[in-house]
């Protein structure tokens, strides 16, 4: 297969260049946030990256749940001036968001890709597993995107704001947010890196942060996509999915029932997309729009990547056929397989 | 050269003027650059209350200086000294920084000291780059960069900074570094006339956690001469503590590192899991 005809090398180029963008962009786009792209990007670039080339939604939101809203409300001062900067916010949002849709995810979030990157190393180490994530542990996961959006992104900053918990927690997300500790690291700076000492709360969200990060990584190397199913700015995608352009469409045959290629290759382990006999978009609330799913349907338009009416990809046989090839070239290639070929002849000459 | 920058320095002492902070408001450093927008490498959080309210300098022995305060928008506005030096920074309306610029001409010595302060507003559509760009006076220290609207001068860390003349890269020139904790650092600039210094930790006494540890000032000296007038400009700005001493990076590596092994002993699972499974 042609590495530039295969939708998943398409999408890692896609997401080397928003990675190198994002991360290390201040060098285009400039130094200050007044140089940023929108302050409200709708994916986890950080603005505790000096050399980020915009900031994630998410810590606006957490600023002007704090300091307008909150504020607003405990002075007694008017509300709706302390909704206007969220309002502002919001809609910069979903100008971005209408553009890519959930594929702000499954193509340019920095984080994103990082997990990907860690599930390739476990694969090449013998340690992605292969099967889907239990269903149990799937659906318990599914709620926690919610309670992190609700909590830490909105709840905390805003009792913060009107003085019910402490002012440590204004930024209580990118607090715990382990897009922080990879982005600076990324970019050669350890200081978000670090126990907190000063009060008990900075202590809990200090740990907090640096246990999730170090379990991220283990857990990217053996499952994908860990923190892609508890992170909050998938619960944000997910509330306005429906007015994105992208989207993924599914036109159900008799045969689905039976297969269920689709779930298996899903890097989130969304199993409705097999068993789902919606005729239509079926965008869910936990989908990436990576497009993994399309590529490994073997039926006929089954499934389709559609920008507005537009298909941008189907599924097809041929695709399959070639693509599950390339899938098994790409898999059969280990660290532990490469080391038992070496050690064979030598045994063999023994 | 290096006499003439200790000339400067000395000339700024004796001449006692000095660009400081009066009576910082309950949220001690609620009306400084870079503190007020909430993100803090060092772990806390300013308010953007506090940064909304009207920003008050106080000049010592400023007679007959001439103040001027730069927009983010490069529009200008001459300021009057109040009452014992007191200047009062009017409200632009415009969010970002502002630069204050105070030159006092003797003739054959111009002393300028400028300070860069940010005020919220209207997003003035202007980057800190264009203020930064702005040949304010004949010869400017310039922060390379400025800290970042959510960011700030801490010890220990480095900056850089610019010395200029009539707009151009003054090379190889004396550049004084002075805290009012009383550290002393000096450096030459380099071809680009960028000097680059590492802030001194000097603070006597540090608490844990940046709120509790109200900022201290540093001056940035540098001076020129061109014919038989001589130039000197302070750049003045606040610095905070170093946050390395409450904050420890060995201990978020080793935190870091008993998440991977929890993560690790999970997959692990999984995998025996998924083995028996198979197996089965």
Redesign the interface.
Same mark, same amino acid.
């Given at each position: 297969m042609n590495p530039l005809t295969n939708l998943s090398v398409i999408r890692k180029l896609v997401q080397i260049a928003a990675f190198a963008f994002l991360v290390y962009g201040s060098v285009v786009v400039g130094y200050y946030t007044a140089d940023k792209l929108s302050v409200a990007f709708p994916a986890l670039t950080c603005a505790y990256d000096m050399r980020s080339a915009d900031y994630c939604t998410l810590v606006p939101f957490q600023h002007q749940m704090a300091h307008r809203v909150g504020e607003a409300i405990s002075s007694g001062s008017s509300l709706l001036m302390g909704l206007l900067p969220v309002v502002t916010t919001l809609a910069t949002f979903l100008l971005l968001f209408v553009l890519l849709n959930k594929a702000f995810c499954g193509w340019i979030c920095p984080l994103g890709f990082f997990q990907e990157l860690l599930s390739a190393i476990g694969q090449k180490l013998g340690l992605q597993q292969r099967e889907s994530v239990a269903p149990g542990i799937v659906d318990r996961l599914r709620p926690v995107k919610w309670i992190m959006l609700g909590v830490l992104v909105f709840g905390l900053p805003l009792l913060s704001g009107l003085g019910f918990a402490s002012h440590d927690l204004v930024g209580a997300y990118c607090a715990i947010c382990p897009s922080r500790i990879m982005t600076t690291l990324a970019v050669g700076d350890t200081s978000q890196l670090y126990f907190d000492s000063a009060n008990p709360t900075v202590m809990v969200l200090s740990v907090s942060a640096d246990f999730l990060f170090g379990a991220m990584v283990a857990l990217g190397l053996t499952t994908r996509q860990p923190f892609c199913r508890i992170c909050p700015l998938l619960a944000l995608h997910a509330a306005f999915r429906k007015v994105g352009l992208a989207r993924l469409v599914k036109n159900p045959s008799p045969r689905c029932g039976k297969c269920g290629l689709c779930a298996k290759a899903c890097p989130i382990d969304i199993r409705e997309i097999h068993t789902t006999e919606k005729q239509g978009d079926i965008t869910f609330a936990d989908c990436t729009l990576c497009g993994r799913c399309v590529e490994f349907c073997p039926d006929q338009d089954v499934l389709q990547l559609k920008y507005a009416t537009f298909p941008v990809f189907s599924a097809s046989p041929r695709y399959f056929k070639q693509r599950k090839q390339a899938q098994k070239r790409w898999e059969s290639w280990t660290l532990h397989g490469w080391w038992n070929r070496r050690r064979s002849p030598a045994t063999e000459r023994a | 050269m290096r006499i003439k920058t200790l000339m400067a320095g000395l000339l700024a002492a004796a001449c006692g003027v000095s660009v400081a902070l009066a009576q910082p408001p309950a949220h001690s450093d609620a009306a400084e650059p870079g503190t007020e927008?909430?993100?803090n490498?060092g772990?806390?959080?300013a308010?953007?209350?506090g940064g909304r309210r009207a920003t008050m300098l106080v000049l010592a022995n400023a007679d007959g200086a001439h103040i001027t305060y730069w927009k983010?928008d490069l529009t200008r506005q001459t300021l009057e000294l109040g009452m014992m030096g007191h200047l009062a920074l009017p409200r632009t309306g415009m969010d970002?920084y502002h630069a204050v610029v105070a030159e006092r001409d003797w003739g054959n010595l111009k002393e300028t000291f400028i300070r860069y302060v940010y005020t919220f507003g209207k997003?003035?559509?202007? @980057?800190?780059?264009e203020l930064a760009a702005a040949v304010k006076t004949e010869l400017e220290v310039v922060p390379d960069?400025?800290p970042?609207?959510?960011?700030r001068y801490m010890a220990a860390y480095t900056w850089s900074f610019l010395v200029r003349y009539q707009g151009q890269p003054l090379a190889n020139s004396q550049v004084l570094l002075t805290t009012s904790q009383g550290s002393r650092l000096e450096a030459l600039t380099d071809a680009a006339g960028r000097v680059t210094f590492r802030l001194p930790d000097d603070f006597p006494e540090v608490e844990?956690?940046?709120?509790?540890n109200p900022p201290a000032e540093l001056n940035v000296t540098a001076s020129h001469r061109e014919g038989d007038r001589e130039f000197v400009t302070v750049l003045t700005a606040p610095y905070h503590t170093d946050? @390395?001493h409450?904050? @420890?990076?060995p201990?978020?590596?080793?935190?870091?590192?008993?998440?991977?092994?929890?993560?690790?002993l999970?997959?692990?699972r999984?995998?025996h899991d998924?083995k028996k499974?198979g197996s089965a």
């Open positions: - | 927008t909430g993100q490498p772990g806390g959080h308010g953007h209350g983010p970002n997003p003035s559509g202007h @980057s800190p780059a960069p400025i970042r609207e959510h960011y844990a956690g940046r709120e509790n946050p @390395s409450w904050q @420890s990076f201990t978020g590596v080793a935190i870091a590192g008993a998440g991977f092994l929890v993560g690790g999970v997959g692990f999984r995998r998924n499974r």
